[in-house]
């Protein structure tokens, strides 16, 4: 009688603890739309990079960008940083569905773990390197600010590598989940090879400062970006519904039991 209400009563815990885990796996994949709005807003919005200071400007006219927009550029990258601590949450809830159909070694998650939390430390980067550029902007010298920025935009583009690591390693798994209905659609682990590929277009951007490839042009900046940004949106889409059905998969496991 007593081991039947120890068994009761640690099934009931489990499926507690069950559900806790993934109220706060919910919760952490809905930091990926917190950030993409957030730092959308703060960055493209109101520091005003939805248009960015050109690559080929000379470097009174990018001072002039940063003396006119001193405030704005203030505020949003300070926002921007704040955001960035987002992305990394969200790579965190990624990395939990991805465990689930991982080995002990638990590699690719791994990966894509250590890929967000550098994606979000070189978005705190290059956030506060254009911070710094604004900072004093009116009494500091042109060249300087110019300085500042390029590193920063060299920053944005080329720290792209973190990220290439986290889309390789999340595809890899998509295309190895065993599951006959695997937890990801197939076609999303191509998306982000192509997706990777589309950002190694940034190796070109230092011998550009004109056209598509330049850290401004089309592909480089708008092309990349946007990219990116959908497969956050479309990842994150599917990692919720992942969470449902592990979690389906456990209580049905449970009853089971």
């Not at 790579?91 to 569905?97: H, K, P, Q």
Request: proline share 4%; hydrophobic share 50%.
């Amino acid at each position: 009688m007593g081991s039947t209400i120890s068994s009761v009563d640690g099934q009931s815990a489990a499926s507690q603890t069950t559900h806790g885990d993934f109220g706060l796996w919910r919760l952490c994949a809905w930091a990926g739309p917190v950030f993409l709005v957030g730092a959308g807003i703060a960055w493209w919005g109101i520091a005003g990079f939805i248009l960015p200071p050109r690559e080929n400007w000379s470097a009174e006219r990018i001072a002039e960008f940063y003396r006119d927009n001193e405030i704005s550029i203030r505020i949003g990258m300070e926002g921007a940083i704040m955001f960035a601590m987002f992305y990394f949450v969200w790579s965190l809830a990624v990395a939990l569905v991805m465990r689930r159909n991982e080995g002990r070694e638990r590699i690719l998650s791994t990966i894509q773990l250590v890929g967000g939390a550098g994606t979000s430390a070189a978005a705190v980067s290059f956030c506060t390197i254009w911070l710094t550029a604004s900072f004093r902007a009116s009494t500091r010298a042109a060249d300087e600010i110019m300085l500042l920025n390029d590193l920063g935009f060299m920053f944005l583009i080329m720290t792209f590598v973190a990220t290439l690591f986290q889309m390789v390693a999340f595809g890899v798994f998509v295309l190895r989940d065993p599951r006959p209905t695997p937890l990801y659609p197939r076609w999303l682990g191509y998306v982000s090879f192509w997706l990777t590929a589309t950002l190694l277009t940034g190796l070109l951007m230092p011998s550009f400062q004109s056209g598509p490839f330049a850290w401004h042009g089309l592909i480089t900046y708008y092309l990349g970006l946007n990219a990116y940004f959908g497969w956050v949106i479309v990842t994150s889409w599917y990692t919720f519904a992942a969470i449902r059905r592990l979690k389906s998969d456990d209580a049905a496991t449970l009853r089971a039991s």
